[in-house]
């Protein structure tokens, strides 16, 4: 299992940027699939996800601001980020889960100044 995230970088507050992670080794659709985060100081903690049979789930402080997409196909996952916040300056990491395993890319950095 590979996870390769990609599309980090920094942007000014209310802008937008676009995660992309291209997953290898395995098949999409039997995993839950989505991005974690990490800022300075605190716990990774999860950003959005797409459970294997299920619709996607959002953290409560990035509902409305972001949206989470799959392409099977493709064998990416998306993360498009809008209205962001100097608060949502962290790494940012690509996971995948299958019976109760975990895999994490590399993270990309997200940083939002002004």
């Known amino acids: 299992v590979q996870l390769q995230a990609s599309g980090g970088g920094s942007v000014q507050p209310g802008g937008s940027l676009r995660l992309s992670c291209t997953a290898s080794g395995f098949v999409l659709d039997y995993y839950a699939i989505g991005w974690y985060r990490q800022a300075p100081g605190k716990e990774r903690e999860l950003v959005a996800e797409?459970?294997?049979?299920?619709?996607?789930n959002y953290a409560d402080f990035v509902k409305g601001r972001f949206a989470i997409s799959k392409d099977a196909v493709r064998r990416t996952v998306a993360l498009q980020m809008n209205s962001l916040s100097p608060e949502d300056t962290a790494v940012y990491y690509c996971?995948?889960?299958?019976?109760?395993?975990?895999?994490w890319g590399r993270g990309t950095q997200v940083t939002v100044s002004s």
């Open positions: 797409i459970p294997a049979d299920g619709s996607a």
């Open positions: 996971h995948a889960r299958f019976r109760g395993r975990d895999y």
